[in-house]
């Protein structure tokens, strides 16, 4: 079963009568309710309501560009393996709650209304998401929130994911949380990938108790497990595929690091949600607030905001230059801020 949604955009009625309608709600895996998005041109993305969870994002030409294991198991309480897990209140284990913290776990609802902070958007496919906590997650983690995630898809294609949260407290208490996008892109190969962007920056690195490291290579290449969170990264990185001749740009606001993260033969072994050679066609580059951790007062919001685009990138080893590609790409310069 599958309805048409007029694109948030539009005027509520039938589907445009050229292409598909923007925004399609059906059902997905295992029956859990899925939104489909439908750009003109003929890119497409899906999120699932379970986890607020994007797990598809596909060029106009329908190919596939997130990465999801052929293992992951769609059935609540396990988070989807692959897309884009939504790491809230807590990445990771920093902090007392399980590890990547329960947005990831939990239902969230299609915001009926239009959000009280409407924000222009020049594409009709987009959702507005959102996630408040129920008794049960107020004693996991004592706090009033409201979470609302806009995933949309631009007119060049590219995926936009701009997340809100609001300290609801009545209590006049202030919260603190870690978060990040914890984005699985689909690649040809790990050997083939180069990420850049973070040359010389600060990481801690999580196979080694998260020392601090400062990173002296001029482009990071992948040879073993690596599991990394850089700090004060710049608001973009590249991700280059050397065989597919196309760059993944990630494009960030208010998130200030960015984990990198492949979990290479052994890890990946040891995943029941992950098939043993699956390392060899992801790479994880998650946009991120992990060193300080964010804190709002009651009544203040924060805004984290990824977008990332594919562009086509002849590749020079070590020479291309990841402002350049940005450039080229077709996300204007002031689309985030
Ligand atoms: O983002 C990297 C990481 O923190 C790794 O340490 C690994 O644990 C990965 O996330 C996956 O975590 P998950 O809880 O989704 O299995």
């Not at 992948?222 to 990264?233: K, N, P, Q, V």
């Not at 494009?251 to 990198?260: E, I, S, T």
Request: charged share 25%; net charge negative; with cysteine.
């Amino acid at each position: 079963m599958s309805s048409s949604v007029a694109g948030a955009g539009e005027e509520s009625g039938a589907a445009a009568p050229q292409g598909p309608a923007p925004v399609e709600r059906c059902k997905g895996v295992n029956g859990l309710e899925k939104v489909v998005l439908r750009e003109v041109r003929g890119s497409s993305a899906e999120v699932y309501l379970y986890g607020g969870h994007v797990t598809s994002w596909k060029d106009e030409h329908g190919e596939e560009l997130l990465f999801v294991s052929n293992k992951a198991i769609f059935k609540p309480p396990k988070a989807i393996r692959g897309g884009i897990p939504i790491c809230f209140p807590q990445f990771s284990n920093f902090g007392h709650l399980e590890p990547h913290g329960f947005a990831r776990n939990k239902t969230w609802t299609v915001e009926a209304d239009p959000p009280p902070f409407p924000v222009p958007i020049s594409s009709k496919a987009y959702i507005d998401l959102i996630l408040k906590p129920t008794e049960e997650d107020v004693k996991i983690w004592p706090h009033s929130f409201e979470y609302r995630l806009r995933i949309a898809l631009g007119p060049g294609g590219d995926l936009m994911l701009t997340s809100r949260i609001r300290n609801t407290n009545a209590d006049g208490k202030s919260f603190s949380f870690t978060f990040a996008y914890h984005t699985y892109f689909s690649i040809s190969d790990i050997s083939e990938i180069r990420v850049e962007g973070l040359e010389t920056l600060d990481y801690l690195d999580n196979l080694q108790d998260r020392a601090r490291f400062t990173e002296q290579g001029d482009a990071i290449v992948f040879e073993s497990e690596l599991d990394r969170i850089y700090l004060g990264t710049p608001s973009k990185i590249a991700i280059i595929d050397h065989e597919k001749k196309r760059t993944f740009v990630v494009r960030k606001g208010g998130l200030p690091d960015a984990v990198v993260w492949n979990p290479w033969d052994k890890k990946a072994k040891a995943m029941a949600d992950f098939g043993d050679d699956e390392y060899k066609r992801m790479v994880c580059v998650e946009a991120a607030a992990i060193e300080k951790q964010v804190t709002l007062k009651p009544g203040e919001e924060w805004t984290g905001k990824l977008e990332l685009s594919a562009v086509p990138s002849s590749y020079y080893s070590g020479q291309l230059d990841p402002d350049r590609v940005i450039q080229d790409s077709t996300v204007p310069e002031d689309s985030i801020s």
